[in-house]
């Protein structure tokens, strides 16, 4: 189970490719929510999204071997521009399965980062099956999407809200896989156990909420237009970590999302991908329980494509 | 004249209160321009903008008094956004007069960093003599958009493209008022005189390019949709940088800046404001004399606001 000096030791990893990204407090988004809101931006990442963090812990602490046979893993988009981004850095290659239909931003980047990108199967659980069994047969190294060095990896994200706010009162994160809102929990549950950490995933989507309120495996209906969230099959260690660690899991409608969306770009001049818009969605759906507390929210990632802005413009 | 060691003397007051800004190379937007881009994220500040660095480096080297009696300046938006968060760092008052029909997120943005803004006049400049007059009868310290500080503030920026890109060949900077072009020149000049420096302003506003071309002060058109680079009259300062420093100075059409602004959308996944599109612009319209250069292009600022980008994507 990953541990926050897991946490410290990705540090040094991390800083040698990433900045730390800001934590901005924004006067106009506050007004228009009535929250104290403090938004992390992790879409300032060079890949636009807070995975790369994890990528790169990973690939740190790979043999010379390891590294020759290269990276295999299934992506909706953000986790292969991590391992996409974290090959090249370590003179690695890297195969990546994406659903067909996949985020064509997310692809064209993960190319552009030298991945060579292989669409198979209609979603994520289906290339990560098929891409398992190709590095098998390869004799690389298989990175499923919630492994353990990316959490400690991703985790670092929230060592520097904790450096930025050493007074944050609570911390919600999106919830695709898990490794984000773990490695929130990790981190600050471990520094401060009152700080409380809350997941947020689409009402449409909602297989990690309802596994995590059951402790036990549970599938849901998968109907959101949120791939960062889209996640079909619960994964063990960040349920572990979620039962261990989360205060609240909770739920909000893919609409509601549009509207943070909408409401971020306008405010923070930053753009969203969906995923990205859920922790404000859920802090206006809890409004009152936020109330005079500092709240973090994990602003993930910004790969949207032009084709879905100008939609939501609408 | 601004020097290089001023620039080293406002680092501690810039870093007291920000982060240095990424510098990202993306593939999608080398493929697309056929370039070799480094984007530097000055959007990703605070207030979303350059700016701030200068403000923060004014306000530092104000004695108590000066203080005391706070701070009067005008602007378009940026530069009051930067003094206002300057004030408030050093609890201090500031009183920012606009143009009617300013920017309405940017002078949101003023109020809700606690700035008194007051609406003057048809344009920056007639604003800009209205408050300098305001200032003198309070007692209080008006603020020139071209201030030394400012300037020598504004130019860590370009100390940071330095550290994160040593070999960078181009530099290229719109040109407002021209404290972002001079900090620019100052710091890369002294550093490399091989490094070209280029300034950047609309076709349909040319005052500054036209200035810099005939030597001595002269006026043009002012029609452009970019408030951030709408000014009407030279600086004294920053035209005696420009004139020992330049290398170039070009104009771009604001339906090229347009495509600019949608390409650095498509390919970043950043929200530019119309002005931080103008080094793209210009990179794509001097395309042959930067083949197999490292162009790092000034990521200026992110205001714009949703009537903007809806219109923008239209």
Same mark, same amino acid.
């Given at each position: 189970?990953?541990?926050?000096?897991?946490?410290?030791?990705?540090?040094?990893?991390?800083?040698?490719?990433?900045?730390?990204?800001?934590?901005?407090?924004?006067?106009?988004?506050?007004?228009?929510?009535?929250?104290?809101?403090?938004?992390?931006?992790?879409?300032?990442?060079?890949? =636009? %999204?807070?995975? $790369?963090?994890?990528?790169? !812990?990973? +690939?740190?602490?790979?043999?010379?071997? /390891?590294? @020759?046979?290269?990276?295999?893993?299934?992506?909706?988009?953000?986790?292969?521009?991590?391992?996409?981004?974290?090959?090249?850095?370590?003179?690695?290659?890297?195969?990546?399965?994406?659903?067909?239909?996949?985020?064509?931003?997310?692809?064209?980047?993960?190319?552009?980062?030298?991945?060579?990108?292989?669409?198979?199967?209609?979603?994520?659980?289906?290339?990560?099956?098929?891409?398992?069994?190709?590095?098998?047969?390869?004799?690389?190294?298989?990175?499923?999407?919630?492994?353990?060095?990316?959490?400690?990896?991703?985790?670092?994200?929230?060592?520097?809200?904790?450096?930025?706010?050493?007074?944050v009162d609570v911390i919600i994160v999106p919830v695709g896989a898990g490794s984000g809102v773990c =490695? %929130?929990?990790? $981190?600050?549950?471990?520094? !401060?156990? +009152?700080?409380?950490?809350?997941?947020? /995933?689409? @009402?449409?989507?909602?297989?990690?909420?309802?596994?995590?309120?059951?402790?036990?495996?549970?599938?849901?209906?998968?109907?959101?237009?949120?791939?960062?969230?889209?996640?079909?099959?619960?994964?063990?260690?960040?349920?572990?970590?979620?039962?261990?660690?989360?205060?609240?899991?909770?739920?909000?409608?893919?609409?509601?999302?549009?509207?943070?969306?909408?409401?971020?770009?306008?405010?923070?001049?930053?753009?969203?991908?969906?995923?990205?818009?859920?922790?404000?969605?859920?802090?206006?759906?809890?409004?009152?329980?936020?109330?005079?507390?500092?709240?973090?929210?994990?602003?993930?990632?910004?790969?949207?494509?032009?084709?879905?802005?100008?939609?939501?413009?609408?």
């Amino acid at each position: 189970m990953v541990t926050i000096r897991d946490v410290y030791a990705a540090r040094p990893h991390v800083y040698r490719f990433l900045k730390p990204t800001p934590l901005h407090r924004y006067s106009g988004l506050n007004e228009a929510s009535g929250l104290d809101l403090y938004v992390k931006h992790e879409n300032h990442q060079p890949v =636009g %999204a807070f995975k $790369v963090r994890g990528g790169l !812990n990973l +690939a740190a602490g790979l043999t010379a071997g /390891q590294r @020759a046979a290269g990276l295999f893993t299934a992506s909706t988009g953000n986790h292969g521009q991590s391992i996409a981004f974290a090959a090249r850095a370590f003179g690695m290659t890297a195969t990546i399965a994406v659903p067909e239909g996949a985020n064509e931003a997310k692809v064209q980047a993960m190319e552009g980062l030298g991945a060579d990108v292989v669409a198979h199967g209609p979603d994520f659980d289906a290339a990560r099956e098929w891409i398992a069994a190709v590095a098998q047969d390869a004799g690389g190294t298989f990175v499923g999407p919630t492994d353990d060095p990316l959490i400690a990896g991703v985790a670092t994200l929230t060592l520097e809200i904790m450096e930025d706010l050493p007074d944050v009162d609570v911390i919600i994160v999106p919830v695709g896989a898990g490794s984000g809102v773990c =490695g %929130a929990a990790v $981190v600050a549950k471990s520094i !401060n156990p +009152a700080i409380k950490v809350i997941g947020v /995933q689409s @009402a449409q989507a909602p297989t990690q909420q309802l596994t995590w309120l059951n402790g036990a495996p549970t599938t849901g209906p998968m109907e959101t237009f949120i791939e960062g969230v889209a996640t079909r099959a619960p994964f063990d260690n960040t349920h572990a970590l979620m039962a261990k660690y989360l205060d609240d899991f909770v739920l909000v409608d893919d609409d509601e999302t549009r509207a943070a969306m909408l409401m971020l770009i306008e405010h923070t001049r930053n753009l969203p991908e969906g995923a990205a818009a859920l922790p404000l969605a859920a802090a206006l759906s809890m409004r009152s329980r936020l109330v005079n507390k500092k709240v973090a929210i994990d602003f993930s990632g910004g790969n949207i494509t032009l084709a879905q802005l100008r939609e939501l413009l609408a």
